[in-house]
């Protein structure tokens, strides 16, 4: 989408903004530790009966399977088995989301991560009919990562444009530097949003998706503000929308020469 790079999001020039910005990422990592232990201890307590229960059920589909007349029977026991699997994908996102998150930092190569994100995503979206783009900037992007959760963060982000383009489109990845912040826009052509949907986006089970989670969106800033890093939106109902993650460089991992 060409407009958000007419118009990149103003907050990286502003240092005004720059207050604001870090107290409320302060005061929502405070919360989420909080909550965490709470998740963590609830977790433990539903995962333990879920597994029996699962089990069960898994038992009593093999019982019943060949006995006559219990057609009805079996299609009761397998909604029961999708529903218990759900329940437990709906708990392990939010244990993604809240809880307890130890970065396991390795300075890395931003763009050699997007890279290998590509190459796993690519014959997904192939099978949507989304094109992946990468436009990657040259200087040297080291930063230190949690690389499972970064990709994670990409991921969800990816998932999403092209679950925002059922018809195809492109999805394009861009890196760049601005003031020692690495800047890393994530693309699509899709059905975009109005801006009246923007403010509740990275809220914690906000989904306009049948069987969607909402907690994609909130995971990734979450992981991404756990970094010390920031993340925003810029979207065109019927255009496309843009996210935007920065993250610091530190001063050392900037070198001015060319990687490649
Ligand atoms: N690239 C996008 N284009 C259009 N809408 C999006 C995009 N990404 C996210 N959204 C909107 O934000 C909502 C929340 O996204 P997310 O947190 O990933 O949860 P989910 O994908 O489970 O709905 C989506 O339901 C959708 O309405
Ligand atoms: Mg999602």
Redesign the pocket.
Request: hydrophobic content about 40%; cysteine-free.
């Given at each position: 989408m060409s407009r958000s790079q007419s118009s990149p999001q103003t907050d990286v020039k502003t240092g005004v903004s720059t207050d604001t910005r870090e107290s409320e990422r302060e005061f929502r990592l405070h919360q989420l530790a909080k909550l965490g232990e709470l998740a963590g201890g609830l977790a433990h307590e539903l995962k333990n009966p879920l597994s029996t229960i699962k089990l069960n059920l898994q038992l009593l589909q093999e019982d019943i399977a060949s006995v006559p007349d219990l057609d009805t029977s079996r299609a009761r026991v397998q909604t029961l088995r999708r529903e218990v699997d759900r329940l437990h994908q709906t708990l392990d996102s939010f244990l993604k989301f809240a809880g307890r998150i130890e970065l396991d930092r390795q300075t890395v190569h931003v763009n050699s991560i997007i890279r290998d994100m590509i190459d796993f995503f690519n014959p997904q979206a192939a099978a949507h009919q989304v094109r992946v783009y990468a436009s990657l900037t040259d200087e040297d992007l080291k930063v230190s990562l949690d690389i499972n959760l970064f990709k994670q963060a990409l991921l969800?982000?990816m998932?999403?444009?092209v679950?925002?383009m059922p018809s195809g489109g492109d999805l394009i990845i861009r890196t760049g530097v601005h003031d020692s912040t690495l800047i890393l826009d994530v693309s699509?052509t899709?059905?975009?949003?109005p801006p009246s949907?923007l403010p509740r986006?990275?809220e914690a089970f906000?989904?306009?998706?049948k069987g969607?989670?909402?907690?994609?969106?909130?995971t990734t800033r979450r992981i991404i503000e756990e970094h010390g890093g920031h993340v925003s939106v810029q979207?065109e109902p019927g255009r496309?929308?843009n996210?935007r993650l920065e993250l610091p460089l530190r001063a050392q991992e900037k070198a001015s020469v060319p990687v490649n």
């Open positions: 969800n982000m998932l999403n444009a679950q925002a699509d899709g059905v975009g949003m949907q986006l990275f906000y989904t306009t998706k969607g989670t909402g907690l994609g969106l909130a979207s496309g929308t996210f």
